[in-house]
């Protein structure tokens, strides 16, 4: 079956240009991640900024909480320059709109954040009619103005970012602690800067779980599909924790709204290094088959049926071959349930004999009882003669 037509076609959004690089429509679904360091320290920023770059990344997100934070961004975009690097920086505003102005000077997206730019949060309740609430929202509108006209001028983007966690007392005394309230808070934005005809604009809905995440955003396309907004989504599971329980939620909420369609730049949030969120925000990519990057290995368990040690042949393969980007490479241990399991695969290295393996193309068995010591550069082999193969540097 070609896993290919059975994918959901990806929905259609607008591309939104961020230094150069564009997110939504076809272009491939962006990388990113964000510093940790304090961004003031520009060599320490500079640093990981250039590990995460080496690791995949795409465009990187920046703490910008004040005015200097946002004037620091010049300095760490020159010091990446001086070294040959370019990579689109996005300042994280959340309270002060002095530092989204100032960032307007600095960065390629300027991250807003509905439930605390302008809005408070002290657990307050607040009571609103529908009237006094119109009245919030063209206060809110008075005062995103002047920011509208700046950015329009400016040329950059903006992502409109609201957490769960991050609801407005406002939003929380109309709309309670919902996936609706997350819609509205980031809704009432879009709708202000859409009538404004400030349209270079990238989505985010987060929350810490993937449940709630998963939900807000299928709510959040139904209700911008309504008022004819093809806005980039941006994914992530905030807040997802380290591990292995960070990597499964990030894997659950990311990856199934990817399965959906649903998703034009994604980030795996954990807590550790920014760089080790790349390879996983990669392999959900590869397991969606929405970002092919590299090989795609199948390999079974390994049973009672196997008679050759799996485990580290399967490291090795994927160790010689990952790079060959495309390409769908199967290690199976046995051929009892072997072949049919890897129909798929364009190379498949099966169990025989004992000590001994066979080597497929697609299903055509090419090489029986091929010495296991040898089979490794035997399949190697295979894919050279069939034009196939890529030395790693040219990757
Ligand atoms: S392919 Fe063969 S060795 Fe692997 S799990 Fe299935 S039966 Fe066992």
Same mark, same amino acid.
């Given at each position: 079956?070609?896993?290919?037509? *059975?994918?959901?076609?990806?929905?259609?959004?607008?591309?939104?240009?961020?230094?150069?690089?564009?997110?939504?429509?076809?272009?491939?679904?962006?990388?990113?991640?964000?510093?940790?360091?304090?961004?003031?320290?520009?060599?320490?920023?500079?640093?990981?900024?250039?590990? %995460?770059?080496?690791?995949?990344?795409?465009?990187?997100?920046?703490?910008?909480?004040?005015?200097?934070?946002?004037?620091?961004? =010049?300095?760490?975009?020159?010091?990446?320059?001086?070294? =040959?690097?370019?990579?689109?920086?996005?300042?994280?505003?959340?309270?002060?709109?002095? *530092?989204?102005?100032?960032? @307007?000077?600095?960065? /390629?997206?300027?991250? @807003?954040?509905?439930?605390?730019?302008?809005? =408070?949060?002290?657990?307050?309740?607040?009571?609103?009619?529908?009237?006094?609430?119109?009245?919030? +929202?063209?206060? &809110?509108?008075?005062?995103?103005?002047?920011? $509208?006209?700046? #950015?329009?001028?400016?040329?950059?983007?903006?992502? &409109? =970012?609201?957490?769960?966690?991050?609801?407005?007392?406002? +939003? @929380?005394?109309?709309?309670? /602690?919902?996936?609706?309230?997350?819609?509205?808070?980031?809704?009432?934005?879009?709708?202000?800067?859409?009538?404004?005809?400030?349209?270079?604009?990238?989505?985010? @809905?987060?929350?810490?779980?993937?449940?709630?995440?998963?939900?807000?955003?299928?709510?959040?396309?139904?209700?911008?599909?309504?008022?004819?907004?093809?806005?980039?989504?941006?994914?992530?599971?905030?807040?997802?924790?380290?591990?292995?329980?960070?990597?499964?939620?990030?894997?659950?909420?990311?990856?199934?709204?990817?399965?959906?369609?649903?998703?034009?730049?994604?980030? #795996?949030?954990?807590?550790?290094?920014? #760089?080790?969120?790349?390879?996983?925000?990669?392999? +959900?990519?590869? *397991?969606?088959?929405?970002?092919?990057?590299?090989?795609?290995? $199948?390999? %079974?368990?390994? %049973?009672?049926?196997?008679?050759?040690?799996?485990?580290? !042949?399967?490291?090795?393969?994927?160790?010689?071959?990952?790079?060959?980007?495309?390409?769908? #490479?199967?290690?199976?241990?046995?051929?009892?349930?072997?072949?049919?399991?890897?129909?798929?695969?364009?190379?498949?290295?099966?169990?025989?004999?004992?000590?001994?393996?066979?080597?497929?193309?697609?299903?055509?068995?090419?090489?029986?009882? !091929?010495?296991?010591?040898? *089979?490794?550069?035997?399949?190697?082999?295979?894919?050279?003669?069939?034009?196939?193969?890529?030395?790693?540097?040219?990757?």
């Amino acid at each position: 079956m070609d896993v290919f037509a *059975a994918l959901k076609p990806r929905r259609k959004t607008r591309v939104v240009n961020v230094g150069g690089m564009g997110i939504g429509g076809d272009d491939p679904i962006r990388v990113q991640t964000m510093t940790n360091t304090d961004t003031l320290d520009t060599v320490a920023t500079v640093a990981q900024i250039k590990a %995460c770059v080496q690791a995949g990344t795409e465009l990187i997100r920046l703490t910008t909480p004040t005015p200097k934070h946002a004037q620091a961004l =010049g300095s760490i975009r020159e010091m990446l320059l001086a070294d =040959g690097i370019f990579v689109p920086l996005i300042a994280d505003i959340h309270f002060l709109p002095a *530092a989204a102005f100032e960032a @307007l000077k600095w960065a /390629d997206k300027i991250r @807003l954040n509905p439930g605390n730019l302008l809005d =408070g949060k002290i657990f307050r309740v607040l009571e609103f009619n529908d009237a006094s609430y119109a009245k919030e +929202i063209e206060r &809110i509108e008075e005062n995103l103005l002047p920011f $509208i006209e700046a #950015v329009k001028k400016s040329g950059k983007a903006l992502r &409109i =970012g609201c957490n769960h966690g991050s609801l407005s007392d406002r +939003i @929380l005394s109309r709309f309670g /602690d919902t996936s609706f309230g997350m819609v509205e808070s980031t809704m009432e934005y879009l709708r202000i800067f859409k009538k404004h005809e400030f349209n270079d604009i990238v989505v985010a @809905l987060k929350a810490s779980d993937p449940l709630i995440m998963i939900e807000s955003n299928r709510l959040l396309i139904d209700t911008m599909d309504k008022e004819g907004m093809d806005y980039p989504i941006h994914l992530g599971v905030t807040e997802a924790g380290n591990g292995e329980e960070g990597r499964a939620k990030s894997t659950l909420g990311i990856g199934t709204l990817l399965l959906e369609g649903i998703g034009d730049t994604i980030r #795996v949030s954990l807590t550790e290094d920014p #760089v080790k969120e790349i390879p996983t925000c990669y392999g +959900i990519l590869q *397991a969606t088959h929405r970002r092919i990057t590299r090989t795609e290995f $199948i390999s %079974c368990p390994s %049973c009672g049926r196997t008679l050759f040690d799996i485990e580290p !042949v399967t490291n090795i393969i994927k160790e010689r071959m990952g790079h060959l980007k495309g390409l769908r #490479v199967a290690v199976m241990g046995c051929i009892v349930n072997g072949l049919g399991e890897m129909a798929d695969a364009d190379y498949g290295y099966v169990g025989g004999a004992h000590g001994q393996v066979s080597l497929y193309r697609k299903k055509e068995l090419v090489k029986r009882n !091929v010495p296991e010591k040898e *089979a490794v550069d035997e399949l190697i082999n295979l894919i050279k003669s069939d034009g196939l193969w890529i030395e790693e540097k040219e990757v």
